[in-house]
């Protein structure tokens, strides 16, 4: 399967549902071994060997002989807490989730290891000596859900259709460097590159979805559509209520269940997610019984609204399971198209306003801790003074760089968690007046024109609301305009997609090994690409250059420098007011589920390779028969 991500599933701590922007990231989570000849292998990994050879029998941390059956009800989240289109790839429309289930890759990536993919439609990679092109072979027996094969045709079509205009960002641009695919024969496939920083490209399109060549010649690619796609996945769309729910159900046909890559994995005959704007009625829900799992992102939710009888009992658990992935970058991003935010002293000054200290104290219980990195939670954090091996990639542009560069990597200023900010709130204001905001006659800071200073705090979703006013209250305090304004969630996403806003809250999470993914955030092309994952507009010529030596780092000692030096860059540019971080997902379910003794490292596995208990579930509802403890589907 394409895409089981945890870091899709997540939202905002504390706040509302992510976009996509953790999907690609982890699409490019891996790459090619070094070697001297190119030869046939099942499975590629980056700065390594594979864990598992050639002749495995299944992942380790799955059961594979867990049963089939049952079904799973959790929540959806998609970009905006709904849906409109069944259609993910494209820049229009907000895309339902874990639409990934319909659809297989070239090569699925282990959950254990950082940057490893094995054979799924594809049973062997071929690497060119030279590194240029790449070759797979397909499985003859690989089909599509209406029985039709899978061959080479579907996956030279699949990299056109994405390297179109119509398709999102994060897919198209990391392929710039493929320069085609060609079908040697109805098995066989070869992608060829362009450039050297092709290091992370034969893993890339490993894992890009494969789409039927014959469906999107009838089917319009560029445009929504809730009509059920054609994939070759474990599941299909069993039924859809557009916006609110979808179910998937699981194919007993299904070409590839008994491959090592999937056994013990896709258990449920269904999974349904629902969507719900109200996370209040979302949690409701899951105590009365509506959903069977949820994660909770809400400090204040975890910590005071679980204390029922279910959970006391045991019934509905609530649990903290490891987070081993990189916990990314939340927090309010400065959106620096915009005249006003240019100058990083103004940037560097909203970072000085916010207390995360009073705000842990007193809104979080005490949960989170502060984020301080774009790599958070990762030995790819930069900290200390640079190394020798950091100074010899940025000392070539000192004279482009600030300063502060080049000492101990910034952090946001510690408070005493009183709610006094006194100090730290002079300190912003003094950072206005020498960039320009002057104080006016009526307190406002102004600039040359006589223009106040205001800034507009963008969200969907009122949860934000007592995280985001504390601070308004405060820069207003020092003579800035602030305000949080909520809009339906439909106008938000297309506000987003086009940068028409002042300040946003989002968290991007980059994968184990990023390379290319990169682009897709912090790069000046991405800056200009309507829909990309560059929120705050970050265009510097150092950050690009740097980019491309972690694209280009050869081991991981080299990219941890690589991305040490990137991470000091941007900590320095100030372009977003960093939030919080625990390195846990925070969940409660029904137990009416069981899981294999070993949690994949990095990722929940819960959707993945959890399954159904029928035990279980006749004990948490003693009256009920074997058939009834299969859950019909509840009535809404």
């Not at 649990?319 to 959106?335: K, M, W």
């Not at 620096?336 to 104290?361: G, I, M, Q």
């Not at 900290?383 to 000192?398: D, F, I, M, R």
């Not at 010529?541 to 030096?565: F, Y």
């Amino acid at each position: 399967m394409t895409l089981v991500l945890g870091s899709l599933r997540s939202r905002k701590m504390d706040g509302a549902a992510l976009p996509l922007i953790a999907a690609f990231a982890m699409l490019l989570s891996g790459a090619i071994p070094e070697r001297a000849d190119a030869e046939p292998s099942h499975g590629l990994s980056i700065f390594g060997e594979l864990k598992y050879p050639a002749d495995f029998q299944h992942f380790a941390y799955v059961n594979p002989d867990a049963p089939k059956g049952g079904r799973m009800v959790t929540m959806g989240t998609g970009d905006v807490n709904t849906f409109d289109s069944f259609n993910q790839f494209i820049v229009k429309g907000d895309a339902a989730q874990d639409l990934d289930f319909l659809y297989d890759s070239l090569m699925v990536r282990a959950q254990d290891e950082p940057d490893a993919v094995y054979g799924l439609v594809a049973k062997s990679a071929d690497v060119a000596p030279d590194r240029m092109s790449v070759t797979f072979k397909l499985r003859p027996e690989a089909k599509f859900a209406d029985g039709t094969p899978v061959t080479a045709d579907d996956v030279v079509n699949t990299l056109t259709l994405f390297k179109s205009t119509a398709t999102r960002p994060q897919y198209s641009q990391p392929l710039r460097d493929v320069v085609k695919a060609e079908a040697l024969d109805p098995e066989t496939v070869r992608y060829t590159f362009q450039g050297t920083l092709v290091r992370d490209l034969p893993v890339l399109i490993a894992q890009l979805p494969v789409l039927p060549k014959a469906y999107y010649a009838t089917q319009p690619y560029d445009q929504t559509s809730l009509k059920p796609p054609l994939g070759s996945g474990p599941y299909r769309i069993k039924t859809f209520n557009a916006g609110s729910s979808i179910t998937y159900e699981r194919r007993d046909d299904y070409w590839a269940k008994d491959l090592p890559v999937n056994k013990g994995r896709f258990n449920f005959d269904e999974i349904r997610l629902d969507y719900f704007r109200d996370r209040t009625i979302e949690l409701e829900t899951l105590k009365s019984g509506g959903f069977d799992y949820r994660e909770e992102f809400s400090s204040l939710g975890w910590a005071t609204q679980y204390n029922i009888a279910a959970v006391q009992d045991g019934r509905l658990i609530k649990e903290l399971l490891p987070d081993n992935r990189p916990s990314g970058a939340q927090g309010y991003f400065i959106n620096t198209r915009r005249e006003k935010f240019k100058d990083p002293r103004v940037r560097e000054a909203l970072d000085l306003v916010f207390d995360f200290e009073w705000s842990n104290k007193k809104l979080f219980y005490g949960l989170y801790k502060r984020t301080t990195s774009y790599f958070e939670n990762s030995d790819m954090k930069a900290v200390g003074p640079p190394t020798k091996e950091e100074l010899a990639l940025l000392e070539p542009y000192k004279d482009k760089l600030s300063p502060e560069v080049f000492g101990e990597p910034y952090t946001p200023p510690i408070t005493d968690g009183s709610g006094n900010n006194r100090d730290n709130l002079k300190k912003a204001r003094d950072l206005l007046i020498s960039a320009g905001w002057k104080p006016g006659p009526d307190g406002k800071l102004r600039n040359a024109k006589g223009e106040p200073l205001t800034i507009e705090f963008l969200d969907f979703e009122a949860m934000f609301e007592r995280i985001t006013l504390p601070y308004t209250e405060n820069l207003k305090r020092i003579g800035v305009d602030a305000s949080w304004r909520l809009v339906d969630p439909a106008q938000y996403q297309q506000r987003l997609k086009s940068f028409d806003f002042d300040v946003t809250t989002q968290r991007f999470s980059l994968g184990l090994t990023p390379g290319v993914d990169m682009r897709s955030f912090i790069s000046c092309d991405a800056a200009k690409a309507e829909g990309s994952f560059n929120l705050a507009g970050i265009c510097d010529p150092v950050v690009d250059a740097l980019i491309d030596k972690i694209v280009a780092a050869k081991s991981r000692a080299e990219l941890t420098t690589a991305t040490h030096a990137v991470d000091r860059v941007l900590r320095a540019g100030h372009y977003w007011i960093p939030h919080y971080y625990k390195a846990a997902y925070s969940v409660a379910y029904w137990n009416k589920y069981s899981r294999p003794a070993i949690q994949p490292k990095y990722d929940n596995g819960v959707l993945d390779t959890w399954w159904y208990d029928a035990k279980k579930a006749a004990a948490l509802n003693p009256g009920s028969t074997e058939a009834q403890s299969k859950q019909q589907p509840a009535k809404r």
